[in-house]
């Protein structure tokens, strides 16, 4: 929820509304109900129109669903039908990431506390302090994590922030800056070999021979008792562990650009504790993927596609992963995608998914007694631009969601 500040307060007073007013939500059970006797309804959700410049100069294959989507029955594709197949489901996903135990770390990282303003990170205001963390795997791979403290704080709000692989800064500055002056501690990640992350990892066979690999060369490291995955994975769940046993949040939010976005993808698909995700440009069904209007960025790096992982993905497609990141007590997951995308994932072959797959986890979420949902799932489709990026409209939408949905939360 928005905290308040003076600008907003005083926004709100004249107005004439109460001060609550204007995070879109009443603060507290005394707000909730105005004088007519109603309750306030929140802001309405940002909305913007396409970019009609930029629509322009696209072909037909940005607007109009690719043939090779036609009359493939989505609901088929799905594996999840209950909530007790989305519990089944899970741990063997985990099990294929973590070959040696089956189970989520559960391990702490290494904690450095207030470091100083880190060099690889954009000029940020209104922080308090950063910490890093370190989290060791095999292969002698230390990944860091940096937490960053607002100086307005209410300790119990956390989010993930995941920008991928070596993306702009300017998309981690804006989405990082926005969820501090919302009252967030943010954690920052990115891939393996990527921005402040170590760029060499141990020879599999002689460790004493430091390797440069690309993500596609990681095949190399795989056996019977590890996966590469991990490589990915694992620091957000260690990271999630200090942030359990540190802040004990009320929930934990995750957003991610890119290889980020496939990150917050998987990673709640994995971890219920993971309360909201919002991944942008991350993913794709397979059957959709060679539709794109450029299908071969599109078609993902070693950790995203089939072909490499054909024991996790065997397990299931990105429907079911998109249902196990959405289903529970809380969980939502808005999927962003940029219809005119100039890297990936672009294009309207979305549309051809959306609605049976929101559908499926509606029906999984109903509570058959109170008729309640847990767990909700859409798509946001950002025509506002032709980048590869979290613009600043979806942020509005990220930052809305988050306020409306997390306002009855501590």
């Not at 007013?21 to 306030?40: I, K, N, Q, V």
């Not at 402040?196 to 993500?215: E, I, R």
């Not at 942030?243 to 957003?255: E, F, G, H, K, L």
């Not at 890297?343 to 509570?367: K, M, P, Q, W």
Request: net charge negative; with cysteine; hydrophobic share 40%.
């Amino acid at each position: 929820m928005t905290p308040l500040n003076r600008r907003t307060v005083l926004g709100a007073l004249a107005a004439g509304l109460p001060a609550a007013a204007a995070t879109g939500w009443p603060a507290t059970a005394a707000a909730a109900e105005s004088p007519t006797g109603l309750r306030p309804h929140p802001a309405p959700r940002p909305v913007a129109p396409v970019n009609a410049e930029i629509a322009a100069a696209h072909t037909a294959a940005y607007k109009t669903l690719p043939e090779v989507v036609v009359g493939v029955d989505v609901e088929d594709l799905m594996k999840i039908h209950t909530a007790a197949d989305a519990d089944a489901l899970r741990p063997q996903l985990v099990a294929q990431v973590w070959k040696d135990t089956g189970v989520l770390p559960t391990g702490l990282p290494t904690v450095r506390r207030d470091v100083g303003v880190p060099a690889e990170l954009p000029t940020l205001t209104g922080v308090r302090r950063y910490d890093r963390l370190e989290v060791a795997m095999p292969f002698g791979y230390v990944a860091s994590v940096f937490v960053v403290e607002p100086v307005q704080s209410t300790h119990r709000r956390v989010a993930f922030y995941h920008n991928g692989h070596g993306e702009p800064l300017d998309t981690l500055q804006r989405v990082t800056q926005g969820l501090l002056d919302h009252g967030y501690t943010v954690l920052l990640f990115a891939m393996p070999f990527y921005h402040w992350n170590p760029k060499t990892l141990q020879d599999p066979v002689d460790p004493t021979v430091q390797q440069q690999p690309s993500h596609n060369d990681l095949n190399l490291w795989e056996s019977a008792t590890y996966s590469p995955l991990a490589l990915f994975l694992e620091p957000l769940a260690v990271a999630m562990n200090h942030v359990q046993a540190t802040y004990r949040p009320s929930s934990v939010q995750m957003i991610g650009l890119s290889g980020g976005g496939w990150a917050t993808t998987i990673y709640p698909a994995l971890d219920p504790r993971i309360t909201r995700s919002y991944p942008t440009a991350g993913s794709l069904p397979f059957f959709v993927r060679p539709g794109s209007p450029k299908p071969s960025p599109t078609r993902g790096d070693w950790e995203q596609r089939a072909d490499k992982q054909p024991g996790f993905y065997g397990l299931a497609d990105f429907p079911d992963i998109y249902a196990l990141g959405s289903v529970g007590q809380h969980r939502r997951q808005l999927q962003i995608l940029n219809r005119f995308d100039d890297c990936c994932f672009n294009g309207v072959g979305h549309r051809s998914y959306e609605a049976a797959v929101r559908h499926r986890i509606s029906l999984i979420g109903t509570d058959a007694v109170s008729n309640e949902t847990n767990g909700h799932w859409e798509i946001l489709e950002d025509a506002t631009h032709g980048d590869h990026t979290i613009s600043p409209y979806a942020l509005s939408v990220i930052l809305w969601d988050l306020d409306v949905h997390c306002a009855h939360l501590p």
